[in-house]
């Protein structure tokens, strides 16, 4: 069964990075067929795709325009995790952030509550 | 960007009854390589994340009961809850993933009558 486990701090002060990890079992970052997805969701702005990363021989990510300009999604095969980090935050980023699989996100991490705030 | 469209955003169901939701698309999500609609459905209770029902507009992902139906071809869908349960009460979206980015439905929220 595939698990996601999501790491990283509820609190991001204003102009900071937030950085998030979503740790993979049962399966393998470097999949050639997988996907690896970070999506939030906040009242305003409702379930927001933010990007994904995937391993075709290299690694490639793909940026939402809204956030594309602060964005970066890794993948690390050595510890079979992938990593979002979102640079110059503002209380706008506020939300909880989830990690997913796939391109139907069939499986979800369990969501960090992030508040961003001074 | 492709937009979903979700309606109704809430519907009340008495218990036993069909409840249905619909999602329009702004474009066509015909994924060429299967010639199939790339349209998914979740379910969200409060405090957890989406939980992936339906995928491919039909393909109920194991496990789901049968009462979960998704329907629909082009750029209109809908998913039908044949028989409401006390335990479905949750908020719904669809999603479209075949082009990105991404995208979601609004959701609709479904209750008991």
């Known amino acids: 069964q595939v698990q996601l486990q999501q790491s990283g701090p509820g609190l991001v002060k204003p102009s900071q990075t937030l950085s998030l990890t979503c740790a993979i079992s049962g399966d393998s970052v470097s999949r050639n067929t997988a996907a690896w997805n970070w999506i939030r969701q906040s009242p305003s702005r409702g379930l927001e795709w933010l990007g994904r990363t995937y391993y075709r021989s290299e690694w490639n990510s793909d940026y939402a325009v809204s956030v594309q300009s602060r964005i970066i999604i890794n993948g690390d095969k050595a510890k079979n995790q992938f990593t979002m980090q979102l640079n110059s935050v503002t209380p706008e980023d506020s939300a909880v952030y989830y990690c997913a699989r796939g391109f139907s996100l069939d499986f979800w991490g369990q969501g960090t509550v992030v508040t961003v705030s001074s | 960007d492709i937009v979903m469209t979700q309606s109704p955003e809430s519907l009340a169901v008495s218990l036993g009854e069909r409840a249905t939701i619909n999602c329009k698309s702004s474009q066509s999500i015909l994924y060429g390589s299967n010639n199939q609609d790339s349209l998914a459905w979740f379910q969200q209770k409060p405090g957890q994340p989406p939980k992936l029902l339906i995928h491919w507009a039909s393909s109920r992902k194991p496990g789901v009961p049968d009462r979960f139906i998704g329907s629909g071809s082009g750029t209109d869908f809908t998913l039908t809850i044949s028989s409401l349960q006390a335990e479905d009460v949750a908020v719904y979206y669809c999603?479209?993933?075949?082009?990105?980015?991404?995208?979601f439905g609004g959701g609709t929220k479904v209750e008991i009558k």
């Open positions: 999603q479209q993933y075949n082009s990105i980015p991404l995208t």
